[in-house]
């Protein structure tokens, strides 16, 4: 019976052992992909230039690339050094490191360049939208702003002129039929669907002649 006690001790303690051991192994994991993104970050950050911009690709479709050209669902300015800057849900309009913004979503993100924009003018337009809201209703005036509104708002050329007009938003899909989803969305806000008011969206904005697409940035 002792010897038996004994053994079942024995098998606990290593058993606990085992584990402490696959702990350390899946921290070592978790370490390890955090080294890899700010690896890539660091090398990104060697081809960034201020006022690009970081169009996000998403590998199945969802509510906002069902009814938009492209598989884009959300766009963000490369501030500088290492920095982002969009309006994003939950947030707003803020600053965000550059690791946590390619870690927190699946996809990836597409680095693009804006020919004719005066770079650091239309950053530091888009700085003056830190602390508003994000619109979530994608309505043209409601003090909050979205992330395709963020750079349409901001960009201008070396003459101080808007780069980006608004366009027709869009909710339909590609039969001219307003989505069930952006239906019953605006139907639980009260609001009709704002369909061809201006506006703007990711994924035709990633399609205008004056944005340069440029390499994948792989996490």
Same mark, same amino acid.
């Given at each position: ?30 370490? @390890?992909? $955090?080294?890899?993104?700010? #690896? /890539?970050?660091?090398a990104c950050q060697?081809? +960034?230039?201020?006022? &690009? ?42 600053l965000t490191p ?38 979530? @209703?994608? $309505?043209?005036?409601?003090? #909050? /702003? ?6 349409? +708002?901001?960009?201008? &050329? ?62």
């Open positions: 019976m002792k010897k038996q006690s004994l053994f079942v001790k024995k098998q606990c303690l290593f058993i606990k052992k085992d584990c402490s051991f696959e702990r350390k192994l899946s921290g070592l994991g978790k370490t @390890l992909g $955090l080294f890899l993104v700010f #690896a /890539v970050c660091a060697t081809t +960034l230039r201020t006022g &690009d911009l970081l169009f996000h690709v998403v590998e199945q479709g969802n509510a906002i690339t069902a009814v938009t050209p492209a598989m884009t669902d959300h766009v963000a300015i490369y501030a500088g050094r290492g920095m982002v800057l969009e309006a994003y849900p939950g947030i707003g309009v803020a550059l690791p946590v913004v390619l870690s927190r979503s699946s996809g990836h993100y597409v680095t693009a360049r804006v020919g004719e924009a005066d770079r650091r003018q239309s950053v530091a337009n888009a700085r003056a939208y830190i602390g508003l809201p994000y619109d979530s @209703l994608f $309505l043209p005036t409601t003090g #909050a /702003v979205y992330c395709s509104e963020l750079v349409q +708002l901001s960009y201008v &050329d070396r003459r101080g002129h808007p780069i980006f007009s608004a366009i027709p938003m869009s909710f339909h899909d590609s039969t001219g039929t307003i989505t069930p989803f952006w239906q019953q969305f605006y139907q639980r806000h009260g609001l009709g669907v704002p369909e061809g008011e201006p506006g703007t969206n990711p994924g035709e904005l990633s399609q205008r002649r004056q944005v340069k697409m440029g390499s994948r940035i792989i996490k």
